[in-house]
């Protein structure tokens, strides 16, 4: 499939073990983030997002943390699988009207 | 509930052609937003529509411009095309108007310029 970017800081974790991937968001005035995971070939796939009235937000086996106080996302997995294998975007809503501003992206590699 | 529909899913054009991409949103959605996504520069916005309306634009040439429909689907034009112009296009819907809403991506065209 297409690359979705061939320099990307990558996480790699052991198949059950538990995923933590960052993001430092840009804007101060952003108020809604959202986590995309994105597989090769096709396009990003919602996964959670949080409002900054809120510090943690649970998904199913995802949970969001939000630190307004230095800018900072994180996004934990559960119990990693392979099938969690691909490229995870965090987006800020800073840019106005359904306009968000995609970080940089974090590979993660899940390993058998 | 069928997703973000685009077509075509690969487009090969010559430098200096234009070309036309086309974003069929989610049913009920009435807000449409393109982006471009390239291994150098990421995820990039290219402008959102509602209601036929842009309301937002990034920080493209004016080769590119887009419009919606009054059925909320959505096309982009890139004019006079470059080989920077090689990227994976995408078009998000979302449901509401406002800023806090969620946006759900389609597969993308993927523009390859020769």
């Known amino acids: 499939g297409e690359s979705v970017g061939l320099h990307l800081p990558t996480l790699s974790v052991q198949e059950g073990d538990n995923s933590i991937i960052n993001c430092a968001y840009s804007?101060?005035?952003?108020?809604?983030f959202i986590w995309y995971k994105q597989e090769s070939g096709k396009g990003p796939q919602f996964i959670i997002d949080?409002?900054?009235?809120?510090d943690k937000r649970q998904g199913q086996r995802v949970t969001v943390l939000l630190n307004k106080t230095v800018k900072h996302l994180s996004l934990q997995i559960a119990a990693t699988q392979p099938g969690d294998s691909a490229v995870y975007f965090c987006?800020?809503?800073?840019?106005?009207?359904?306009?968000?501003?995609f970080g940089a992206g974090t590979r993660l590699a899940v390993h058998p | 509930k069928a997703g973000v529909t685009q077509t075509p899913r690969y487009l090969i054009k010559t430098r200096g052609q234009q070309v036309t991409l086309s974003c069929s949103p989610i049913s009920g959605h009435r807000s449409v937003s393109w982006y471009q996504q390239t291994p150098g520069q990421g995820l990039q916005f290219l402008f959102e529509?509602?209601?036929?309306?842009?309301?937002n634009k990034g920080n493209f040439p004016g080769r590119f411009s887009g419009r919606q429909f009054s059925n909320s689907r959505s096309e982009m034009n890139v004019s006079t095309l470059e080989l920077g112009d090689s990227a994976l296009y995408l078009c998000?819907?979302?449901?509401?108007?406002?800023?806090?809403?969620?946006?759900?991506f389609g597969q993308g065209t993927r523009l390859t310029v020769v």
């Open positions: 987006a800020e809503n800073g840019g106005g009207y359904n306009k968000l501003i």
């Open positions: 804007n101060s005035a952003s108020d809604y």
């Open positions: 949080i409002r900054s009235n809120m």
């Open positions: 998000a819907s979302s449901l509401l108007a406002g800023m806090n809403t969620e946006a759900f």
């Open positions: 529509y509602f209601s036929e309306t842009q309301r």
